[in-house]
């Protein structure tokens, strides 16, 4: 019963990693180098991840400046930016790339504060799956009847605790979000 318990609370653990990572690609109108952690840029015929291509630094809080260690390359990174339709249009200076990233309107922080919601709502029905697949762990293996129901609570209180720590994030990340 501990593995089982231990492997619940282990995958409770990468939801929560997970449902982070995926809040920080929200962005909130301040520039964060990990907007461009998707992005892949043609390098010698290789797609190559544009962090392994430059510098990427924050000047002011709504800029990000990209220096790529190869001038060569500024075009490939210009061109991958664009098409990765982050709604923010490169600048080249021919050393560098700047990407100012846009104020937020009233409307696109209410919209983003229901993509975060729906975010934390797909963590929590992980977390409820994580619940079931332990809870039916437990039960296979034939304990008698209260060790069952005391494991069954051992998994609730893991998941009560994961949801409280889904609740606080999203609660930040709405302040984040809604702060002009």
Do not use: W
Not at 23 to 35: H, S
Not at 51 to 75: H, T
Not at 88 to 106: A, D, K, M, R
């Amino acid at each position: 019963m501990e593995t089982i318990l231990l492997n619940a609370e282990e995958k409770m653990e990468n939801t929560i990693t997970s449902l982070e990572g995926r809040f920080i690609n929200v962005r909130a109108g301040r520039a964060n180098p990990n907007m461009l952690d998707g992005i892949s840029v043609e390098y010698y015929g290789t797609p190559t991840p544009l962090k392994q291509l430059a510098n990427i630094s924050i000047p002011e809080a709504r800029q990000l400046m990209i220096k790529p260690f190869d001038k060569g390359i500024l075009g490939g990174i210009e061109k991958a930016i664009f098409e990765a339709n982050l709604g923010i249009t490169p600048n080249n200076n021919g050393e560098c790339i700047f990407l100012v990233i846009p104020p937020l309107t009233e409307e696109r922080r209410k919209e983003l504060v229901k993509q975060v919601k729906q975010m934390a709502e797909e963590a929590r029905i992980a977390l409820r799956n994580i619940r079931q697949d332990a809870n039916t762990g437990i039960k296979n293996l034939k304990l008698p009847e209260d060790v069952e129901k005391e494991g069954n609570n051992e998994v609730q209180e893991l998941i009560n605790k994961y949801n409280k720590v889904i609740d606080e994030k999203l609660k930040v990340k709405e302040q984040e979000l809604m702060t002009i």
